[in-house]
């Protein structure tokens, strides 16, 4: 069985994804799942000036994996910032006196709902990092992929979904875009990352609270869940 790490986003816990872990460990996915023990209280104590403490649980997690199943790589599936997350851990340049290197180890990197331009005043810092020393899909030995739920538009009057996800939008991808498209959280235009291939799909949103099915939904890995068995998207477009 080939391993697949699992790294949550922004104040989510390992339980959240316990669901979808167990599918993809069935047919057809057939991976062995190891989800990166990061739980809520480690997301709120992670600021964007320092993202170490979870950098280094993803890089023991990958290890982990590796040791378990003897494979030379991994895949790993982001949510939300932890494709940030997971895009560092890829680098070959110091972060704040590390470098994690991880490249070496990784296959695949498949993101949900991750804000790859994001604007908001908690990422922007490290989203920037990654976007000047990592441009776009950095390594060509690596398949990026980028997938963003299309469930909720942005309105200012909108249903209270409709209103939160405009102040989300406003954050992440400027006040050009109150009226976008998106999962509730991240942008359509946000998601798109230069090089990388790109699946939007309807009706996914970024989490339980702005909608189900969210990314972790069985449902709604029925929508997504192609790009695991390797099936070719189109590159990133203009959106």
Not at 18 to 33: F, I, K, N, S
Not at 128 to 153: H, K, L, M
Not at 161 to 171: L, N
């Amino acid at each position: 069985m080939r391993p697949l790490v699992l790294i949550g986003g922004y104040l989510t816990g390992p339980g959240d994804f316990a669901g979808l872990a167990a599918t993809l460990e069935q047919p057809p996915y057939g991976y062995r799942v190891f989800v990166a023990p990061i739980g809520r209280l480690r997301w709120a104590l992670t600021r964007d000036w320092d993202f170490r403490p979870v950098l280094e649980i993803l890089r023991a997690t990958v290890a982990r994996a590796l040791e378990e199943t003897r494979a030379d790589t991994v895949d790993i599936l982001a949510h939300s910032v932890g494709g940030t997350v997971a895009r560092m851990y890829l680098g070959e340049q110091p972060y704040l006196g590390q470098v994690y290197g991880g490249r070496r180890y990784v296959r695949t990197l498949v993101m949900l709902g991750t804000p790859h331009h994001s604007q908001e005043y908690w990422t922007r810092r490290s989203v920037g990092f990654v976007n000047r020393t990592y441009p776009g899909a950095f390594y060509d030995d690596v398949r990026y992929v980028s997938v963003i739920g299309r469930a909720i538009q942005g309105h200012p009057r909108g249903t209270l979904r409709q209103r939160m996800a405009r102040k989300s939008y406003i954050m992440v991808s400027g006040a050009e875009h109150e009226r976008a498209w998106g999962d509730g959280i991240t942008t359509l235009h946000c998601a798109a990352l230069q090089g990388a291939e790109y699946l939007v799909v309807d009706g996914v949103s970024h989490s339980p609270l702005h909608g189900r099915p969210w990314y972790g939904d069985q449902m709604a890995l029925a929508r997504w869940g192609r790009v695991l068995r390797k099936e070719a998207l189109t590159e990133t477009p203009v959106v």
